[in-house]
C-alpha cells in the first residue's frame, strides 16, 4: 500500500493534540454544577475503626457532603471482587476477604478509604478532610509475604487462617523432583522480585454525574476497559442499572495495567452523587497514587534448575511466595498463576516443571497486573537461573540458551501454554551481533584499565499476550471473556468511522488501526476516525490490557472491514454492471480488474445511502459490525543484551549499551513498535537499577513520593539498539504479536545479569543502588 497503509512509519496522528496541550482528561471535564472531592484516608496500616465523628467537617464552608461507609453500606453498595477465581491444590477456593469501598470497621492499610468530603472547592474539601475526626484502636502489621503466613502473625481477614489466599500448583511435581534428583548439576537461587508502583503521568480520577431527570448516572475515570467497569459497578456494586450508567474514559495519560482495575473511588463518586444531587469529581494527588494505586510484583521464589551431562535442561522447580496486600485487586490472582507459572518453560524446551505459589495478605497497598503482569516474573526467574547456572557450568550464557532453545513448532509446554511459531536462534544471532558480544572480552580489558568493572548480561524472554480463548480462560476461572468487538462505519461522503472496544492510553490507536483502513480502501488516513472510551458509543468490548489490542482488537477491525468491503463490491458490481469477482478497491477507487470501468470511494459509499440503485433485497447503508475471538494467545519473544560499567569508588552502574532483538510477528507501524519497546525498556531499567517500594515494619510507605521513589531520568538510560527479526502468528488474520510489555519484561533480568557479571557475584537485590551496588562491592573484598 502506500505510504500510510500497513507497515509503513506513520507519525501518531493523536501526537498533535498532546504535544500542544489539546488531550481531554479526566480532570478537564466540567459539569455544571460541579464539587470536588477529598478523601480521608487511614494512617494506619492496621486499625480498627472505634468512631468517626463528622460534625465539624460538615459546618465548614463550602461543604455539602461528608459520608461515611455505613451509609454506602445501608444504601446497598456492594464490596469490590476479584474477578478471577483461583482454588487451592486441594481444590478449596481462594479466601477473599471483604473490601468495603469506603472501610466500616476496619483499616488494612495506609491509605484505605474510610470518608468522603464534597465541597464547592478542592481546597474547601480538603480542609474539612483534615477536619473529620476518625478514633481508631491500632492493631499489629505485618508487611513482609514470609512473615505474613507465619503462626501468630497479625490476622487481617477473618476468612484467610494465617493471611493465606490460596496455595496453588501447576505442572508435574513427581516428573520435576526425579528430574532434580538424577540431574548431572542443579542451580539453586533464591529470587526476589520487588514491589513497583506503577506511576502514569496521569493520576487516577473520577468524574461521577447522577441526572435526577433522566434517572441516569455518568461516571468519567481514568479507565483502560469503561464496558468492564460499567459492567462490573452495575452487576456486583449494585451503583446503578447497566442500562442507566455511562462510562466514559477520555484521554488517558498512561495505563500501565493500574488502570485496568475498578477502585474504591470510582464507585464512591457514583454514589455520592446522587447521594448529595451534585456532581462529584475526584482527582488524586501523587502521594495518593502512591498509597492507593495497586502495585506490582512483589514475588519471592526459591528455584531450582536441573541439568544433564550434556547441559540440557531436565526440569525446573518452583516455589513461589506472592504478596497481594490487604485486598484482593480485580485480577490480581491471574498474575502469580496462570500468567505467570504458564510462561516457566521460557524459550526452552524443559520436559518437567512444577511451579507452587501462595498468594499472601499483608497491610499494604493491593498489588496486581504492571506492565508485563505475571510474565515479567516469570522471565526474571528463569533468565536470572540461566546466567547463574552459565557462570556454574562454565559454558557461555549464550550457547547455554542455544543448546535449550525450542527448535520445532507448534511446542508444548508442561505447563498449558502451546507456543504456536517463532525462532529464537535468529533473536539471539541478531543481539549478539548488534552487541558486539563477542569483543566484549577487550572492552572489559580496557575498562578494568580505567579502574571499572565491566559487566554483559543476557536475557531470552517470551510472553503470552493476546489474552485468549474465552472458554479457555473461563474454564480457568476468568469472571470475563477476552474477545474484542469493532464497527466499521463508512458514511454517505466515504469517510471511514471505526468503532473499537479496546481503549488507548499511549499505544497509537487512531494511528495503527486507521492504517489497516487506508490498507483496505486505499482512503487518505486523515479521513478515517478512531472512535473508542464511551460505553454510549461504543459496543461492548474488553478494554486494553495484556498486549491484546493489535492481536484481538485489530482482529475484529480486519473482520468488520471483511463485511463493509464484501457489500461495497456488491453495490460496485451492480452499479459497474461487473461480475462481483472482478471488483477490487484500491487507491480511492473501486475498479473492474482488466478495465478502464471504476468508481470512486464515495460514489459507493453514497450509493449505499441513497439506496436508489441497489442490487435486489440489499439494505442500505455500509456499516459492519464483529467480533473476535481468538484461538490462542500471540507469543513474542526476544533476546536482549545489557552492557553495564561500574564506578567500584561509588558503585554508579552506566548501563554502556542496550539491544534489544524481537520478534512481533508482522508489524503495523513500526515507529510505534520501537517506541513501545524504549518505553517498556525504560520501565524494567528502572525496576532493576531505581525503583521499589518500601513500607517500614508499622505499615508506613517510605517511598510515598518522588524524593524516595526513584523514577528513571534520560542520563540513565542509553540510546537503546532494537531491531526486528519477525514470524507471522498464525493464530490471527493479521500475523502480529504484542509489543507493548516485551521491553518492561525481558529487560530487568538483562540488567542484573550484567550487574552481578561485572561484580562477580551470584546475586544482587533489585533495585541495585549505587549504595547497594557499593555495598556489595564491599562485602565480597576479601
Known amino acids: 500500500m502506500g505510504i500510510e497503509g500497513v507497515g509503513a512509519r506513520v507519525a501518531r496522528k493523536e501526537d498533535k493534540r498532546f504535544i500542544t496541550g489539546g488531550g481531554r482528561y479526566v480532570d478537564d471535564m466540567v459539569v455544571p454544577g460541579m464539587k470536588h472531592a477529598m478523601f480521608v484516608r487511614s494512617p494506619h496500616a492496621h486499625a480498627q475503626i ?37 482454588h487451592s491444590k486441594d481444590g478449596t477456593p481462594m479466601k477473599m476477604g471483604a473490601w468495603s469501598p469506603l472501610a466500616v470497621d476496619k483499616v488494612r492499610y495506609v491509605g484505605d478509604a474510610v470518608v468522603i468530603v464534597i465541597a464547592d472547592t478542592k481546597g474547601q474539601a480538603r480542609d474539612a478532610a483534615e477536619a473529620v475526626e476518625i478514633t481508631y484502636k491500632e492493631l499489629k502489621a505485618v508487611v513482609d509475604a514470609t512473615k505474613a503466613i507465619q503462626p501468630g502473625a497479625p490476622q487481617i481477614h477473618a476468612e484467610a487462617e494465617n493471611n493465606l489466599i490460596f496455595d496453588w500448583e501447576l505442572g508435574d511435581g513427581k516428573a520435576t523432583d526425579a528430574a532434580i534428583k538424577s540431574a548431572a548439576h542443579v542451580t539453586r537461587m533464591k529470587i526476589v522480585n520487588n514491589r513497583l508502583v506503577p506511576n502514569a503521568m496521569e493520576p487516577r480520577a473520577a468524574l461521577g454525574h447522577y441526572d435526577k431527570a433522566e434517572d441516569h448516572y455518568t461516571c468519567w475515570t481514568t479507565s483502560q476497559n469503561p464496558h468492564v467497569a460499567r459492567l462490573v459497578m452495575s452487576a456486583f456494586y449494585n451503583v446503578a442499572p447497566e442500562n442507566k450508567l455511562r462510562v466514559i474514559a477520555p484521554d488517558v495519560g498512561g495505563g500501565f495495567g493500574s488502570k485496568i482495575y475498578i477502585y474504591p473511588e470510582e464507585i464512591v463518586c457514583l454514589w455520592a452523587s446522587k447521594k448529595t444531587g451534585v456532581p462529584v469529581k475526584w482527582v488524586a494527588d501523587r502521594t495518593e497514587s502512591f498509597l492507593a494505586d495497586a502495585h506490582g510484583r512483589d514475588h519471592v521464589s526459591t528455584v531450582e534448575m536441573a541439568f544433564d551431562k550434556e547441559n540440557r535442561i531436565t526440569g525446573l522447580k518452583v516455589d513461589t511466595l506472592a504478596n497481594l496486600g490487604a485486598y484482593m485487586s480485580l485480577f490480581s490472582s491471574c ?178 488501526f486507521a492504517q489497516l483502513v487506508t490498507q483496505r480502501f486505499g482512503v487518505p488516513i486523515d479521513s478515517v476516525s478512531i472512535v473508542h472510551g464511551d460505553t454510549d458509543k461504543v459496543q461492548m468490548g474488553m478494554g486494553t490490557y495484556g498486549s491484546r489490542s493489535g492481536a484481538v482488537g485489530m482482529s475484529a477491525i480486519v473482520k468488520a472491514l471483511d463485511k463493509v468491503e464484501a457489500k461495497a463490491k456488491k453495490i460496485a458490481a451492480h452499479l459497474l454492471e461487473a461480475d462481483e469477482g472482478d471488483i477490487v478497491i484500491e487507491n480511492g477507487e473501486v475498479k473492474v480488474a482488466g478495465t478502464d470501468k471504476s468508481l470512486p470511494w464515495f460514489q459507493v459509499a453514497l450509493a449505499s445511502y441513497t439506496a436508489h440503485n441497489l442490487p435486489a433485497g440489499m439494505e442500505p447503508g455500509l456499516k459492519e459490525t464483529a467480533f473476535y475471538d481468538p484461538s490462542n494467545f500471540t507469543f513474542p519473544a526476544g533476546c536482549y543484551i545489557c552492557e553495564v560499567e561500574i564506578d567500584p569508588e561509588t558503585g554508579l552502574t552506566e548501563i554502556i549499551q542496550f539491544v534489544a532483538a524481537d520478534d512481533f510477528g508482522n508489524i503495523i507501524n513500526p515507529m510505534i513498535v520501537e517506541g513501545q ?33 526513584t523514577m528513571p531520568r534520560a542520563g540513565d538510560l542509553p540510546s537503546f539498539k532494537v531491531s526486528t527479526s519477525n514470524t507471522p502468528c498464525p493464530g490471527n488474520p493479521l500475523g502480529v504479536k504484542g509489543c507493548g510489555e516485551a521491553g518492561a519484561i525481558g529487560s530487568p533480568p538483562a540488567v542484573i545479569n550484567a550487574i552481578t557479571d561485572a561484580l562477580g557475584v551470584v546475586d544482587i537485590p533489585m533495585p541495585a543502588s549505587p549504595a547497594t551496588v557499593w555495598a556489595t562491592i564491599r562485602a565480597t573484598k576479601h
Open 677 to 709: 519497546v524504549h518505553g517498556g525498556i525504560a520501565q524494567g531499567v528502572g525496576q532493576a537499577l531505581l525503583e521499589g517500594a518500601h513500607y517500614d515494619a508499622s505499615g508506613q510507605l517510605l517511598t510515598a513520593s518522588y524524593m524516595d521513589y
Open 50 to 86: 472505634k468512631k468517626i465523628d463528622v460534625k465539624k467537617a460538615q459546618a465548614m464552608p463550602g461543604v455539602v457532603g461528608v459520608l461515611t461507609g455505613k451509609e454506602l453500606k445501608a444504601d446497598g453498595i456492594g464490596n469490590l471482587i476479584c474477578g478471577w477465581m483461583i
Open 335 to 512: 498474575v502469580p498463576t496462570y500468567l505467570y507459572a504458564t510462561l516457566l518453560s521460557g524459550q526452552y524446551n524443559i520436559p518437567a516443571i512444577h511451579a507452587n505459589v501462595r498468594t499472601v495478605y499483608t497491610n499494604t497497598a493491593p498489588v496486581d497486573a504492571y506492565r508485563g503482569a505475571g510474565r515479567p516474573e516469570a522471565t526474571y526467574v528463569l533468565e536470572r537461573m540461566m546466567e547463574t547456572a552459565a557462570r556454574e557450568l562454565g559454558v557461555s550464557p549464550a550457547e547455554l540458551r542455544r543448546r535449550n532453545f525450542i527448535t520445532s513448532f507448534p511446542h508444548q509446554t508442561p505447563v498449558i501454554m502451546a507456543y504456536d511459531a517463532g525462532d529464537y536462534n535468529a533473536s539471539l544471532d541478531a543481539a549478539m551481533k548488534a552487541a558486539d558480544y563477542a569483543g566484549f572480552t577487550k572492552r572489559k580489558v580496557d575498562a578494568a584499565k580505567q579502574g571499572k568493572l565491566r559487566g554483559i548480561g543476557m536475557s531470552c524472554y517470551i510472553e503470552a499476550c493476546g489474552l485468549a480463548p474465552s472458554s479457555a480462560v473461563g474454564s480457568l476461572g476468568a469472571g470475563v471473556g477476552l474477545w474484542e468487538s469493532a464497527e466499521v462505519r463508512v458514511n454517505a461522503v466515504g469517510t471511514i468511522e471505526v468503532l473499537t472496544g479496546s481503549h488507548s492510553h499511549g499505544q497509537g490507536h487512531e494511528t495503527t
